[in-house]
């Protein structure tokens, strides 16, 4: 902790000594220019100003004002965005013997429709625009619904449900349109750098204060990030330095009055002066004492200590290209079961994890001609060590170690032009290669395993923008050492957009899910003590899928009221799914499990979201899905005497589900939340050991709501202090039937992840 603060705080003095150099400034090449309110000509400080297409841009000072140098002569887009107003876009024309001078006019918008989001396609593009539907979760939200990770924030997106998988260890899993984990694939800046073990507890070990944004794709419609996105993407965009800033927040809380958890946070963002080269830095401390809900001395939440540092920072060698670095590094020790004080080895159950998580990126962009072509090279990489103890009834066997590495590189094209056969048309090309190295000892269970993942892609598509219309098609290959053949994924998507309010969409994807030995699920049969090895069968085929949606996203205007509704249905064909089975013992006296091919599957329904606001003073979002989740033909989950039990319904999927926030500023400092998740009726596999067979429970629904109070003081120099209070899960929505003692089934645990919560926390930004 120590070391990473004296690095950020020898970080913070080189930059401003930096940040504190000019450069000449000729009257040519160059735009000036005013951002104010419409109609009270107010000035706009710090609002944000980019060059679209090449993430160049500035803010406005104090008086709104704002400028660009160095441009060389050329047309150029200029984008305007400010919170509370409407997105802005101006041509611009740059001369070299005078400045070009241009103002903003911006309208009051009470919530954002047109953000500027690059999961459609791999370009920056407005929302609206964009062929696929990509909901965008802000800071904004992060604040409304109290969060400190990722975990906490995605339940609040319609299609998204995080549900924690296990009272020891808080393994949590985000299901997208009713497919669990593995069927999503999480990026960091449009890389898949997350490998599968890393996204096993990957959603709670990334803050929300080193997330500028995520975009969520449901459904496979932005495979070109790779074709295994079957059941979606999400894509957390971290913070790119923009402006002078800091930020330092801290929160305090306690669960059911007697397990506490304590978050810090700190953020700065320094920029050079002509924009040449900026950094942004972040880190976050978590503490969390572990949670007995049955008081039965057996965790349901376990104990949490977590230290997070990162940065990232760009460097400009010329207008035209742009460099930029990051790196992220992550210490988190997770520990449950009981008798908190002792070894693992000296308890009845313990699931314990040290991970040690470093992880970075490297790309350089280059344009051309006015922007209207881009190259851009890129490399990222990501290692996990980690140590852990998952066993029962005081094994001294049960320890193990875990190494991974991930790695990708690849380059791509993008090409604008004016006319391609039928309309203007931009195309997007690349070549992509990962690789991921996983070795997993655990000797005293007999566990030696090792696994190489490798993947070759190309991917390319063209993109057709006519005036109401716009055609996306295109198709990725990959051929992944595991797989024999090369498999060939493509997509097509149609955007209709009579309206700038209005817009339709239909999708068309594929994609595909490789099988590979390692599971997670393995450390469930770990912690009861028994050795499991998985093999894969002869002649095993990839998951294949096929899918399909389409929408309908409306944004209209009454009196002082704005109000946006996206209705959307999708239809999801799963092939060749993946299935566990028991086949018998080895030598060592070990289960041996066989992962082959069963069935298929169907998933089906519809999500809604809508919102409406009247400026600042109401603004509620909501939304919900009604979804089917069923096996084309009955699957075994388990035997009792001899016989199979068997489901056509997806285990752990409600056919319900939703969310709702509602925020309103009454007064100029004060304001307030409102926030809720509804989950519906599902069926959850109990396995026996407290009970004395396994059996499929049908569980009951829960609403869980929270509310949170914040008033801001103005300080010195626009210095910002805010202070906040409020309860999370109100209600104390929580399950009742929970297993008890050390023979408990620890992964038949279900809804609201935490019970009443308070908390207390302040704010401190410029």
Request: hydrophobic share 35%; net charge neutral.
């Amino acid at each position: 902790m120590k070391k990473y603060l004296l690095a950020l705080c020898v970080a913070l003095a080189a930059c401003m000594a930096y940040a504190g150099e000019t450069k000449p400034v000729k009257e040519g090449n160059m735009i000036s220019g005013h951002v104010i309110v419409k109609g009270t000509e107010e000035n706009i400080p710090y609002a944000t100003v980019l060059i679209v297409g090449t993430g160049q841009g500035t803010v406005t000072n104090e008086e709104g004002q704002f400028s660009l140098t160095g441009l060389p002569e050329g047309t150029y887009r200029l984008r305007v965005s400010f919170v509370g107003y409407k997105t802005q876009e101006k041509e611009v024309s740059v001369h070299k013997d005078y400045t070009a001078v241009v103002h903003f006019l911006m309208e009051e918008e009470s919530f954002l429709t047109d953000e500027v989001v690059v999961s459609a396609n791999r370009n920056e593009v407005n929302r609206k625009d964009a062929p696929v539907v990509v909901n965008v979760m802000s800071a904004k939200l992060f604040e409304t619904v109290n969060s400190t990770d990722l975990a906490k924030s995605l339940n609040f997106q319609s299609g998204l449900r995080v549900e924690n998988n296990c009272q020891n260890c808080g393994f949590p899993q985000v299901r997208i349109n009713g497919l669990e984990g593995p069927y999503s694939q999480i990026l960091i800046n449009s890389r898949p750098v997350i490998s599968a073990l890393g996204g096993v507890y990957g959603l709670e070990q990334i803050p929300v204060n080193m997330i500028e944004r995520v975009e969520v794709v449901r459904g496979g419609g932005s495979a070109l990030f790779g074709a295994n996105a079957v059941g979606g993407t999400i894509n957390i965009i971290t913070k790119d330095p923009v402006s002078n800033s800091f930020q330092v927040s801290g929160t305090f809380s306690n669960m059911d009055g007697q397990s506490w958890e304590q978050y810090m946070g700190a953020n700065v963002s320094l920029v050079a002066k002509d924009n040449s080269y900026g950094i942004a830095l972040y880190e976050s401390y978590r503490n969390r004492n572990p949670y007995d809900r049955d008081g039965d001395g057996f965790s349901e939440l376990g104990k949490l200590n977590m230290n997070t540092f990162g940065l990232r920072a760009y460097y400009r060698p010329t207008l035209f290209s742009r460099i930029s670095l990051e790196y992220h590094t992550t210490n988190e020790f997770r520990r449950g079961g009981n008798k908190f004080d002792l070894q693992p080895h000296e308890t009845d159950i313990t699931e314990q994890t040290k991970h040690v998580i470093n992880s970075g990126g490297l790309s350089y962009d280059l344009f051309w001609r006015e922007y209207k072509h881009k190259v851009s090279l890129y490399a990222s990489v990501q290692h996990t060590d980690r140590n852990s103890y998952y066993g029962a009834q005081r094994n001294m066997n049960a320890y193990g170690a875990t190494d991974d590495l991930t790695a990708v590189a690849g380059g791509m094209y993008v090409g604008n032009m004016d006319n391609c056969f039928f309309a203007p048309a931009t195309f997007t090309g690349g070549l992509e290669y990962q690789h991921n190295s996983l070795h997993d000892i655990m000797t005293g269970y007999h566990r030696d395993m090792k696994q190489k993942v490798r993947i070759a892609s190309a991917f390319v598509q063209n993109e057709w923008k006519m005036e109401q219309l716009t055609l996306l098609a295109g198709l990725r290959l990959d051929k992944h050492n595991l797989i024999e053949k090369l498999i060939v994924s493509p997509r097509v998507n149609l955007l209709y957009k009579p309206a700038d309010n209005l817009q339709a969409r239909l999708t068309y994807s594929t994609g595909f899910r490789a099988p590979q030995a390692y599971d997670e699920d393995l450390h469930v049969t770990a912690v009861g003590g028994e050795g499991v090895q998985i093999r894969l069968a002869d002649g095993l085929r990839e998951e294949r899928s096929n899918s399909y949606s389409g929408s309908v996203d409306w944004t209209t205007c009454f009196g002082h009221w704005q109000a946006n509704v996206l209705v959307e249905g999708f239809y999801t064909d799963l092939r060749h799914v993946f299935v566990l089975e028991d086949i018998g013992y080895n030598e060592l006296g070990d289960v041996i499990k066989e992962r082959r091919n069963g069935n298929g599957a169907r998933v089906y329904g519809a999500n809604i979201d809508a919102r409406i606001a009247h400026g600042k003073e109401a603004q509620l979002q909501l939304g919900f899905t009604a979804q089917r989740s069923r096996y084309t033909h009955a699957e075994a989950w388990t035997q009792v005497d001899g016989v199979d039990l068997t489901t056509k319904r997806m285990p752990r999927t409600p056919d319900y589900y939703g969310y709702f926030t509602f925020s309103s500023a009454p007064l100029k400092n004060f304001d307030f939340s409102l926030s809720g998740t509804y989950t519906g009726r599902m069926i959850v596999p109990h396995y026996a050991g407290y009970i004395k067979a396994d059996r499929m429970e049908h569980t009951p629904q829960f609403f869980d709501m929270g509310v949170k109070l914040n008033y801001t003081f103005v300080l010195h120099d626009h210095i910002k202090l805010q202070l906040n209070t409020g309860v999370q899960n109100l209600f104390n929505s929580f399950q009742k039937d929970l297993d008890r003692g050390e023979f408990r089934d620890s992964g038949y645990f279900y809804g609201p992840t935490q019970p009443r919560t308070f908390f207390v926390g302040f704010k401190i930004t410029n």
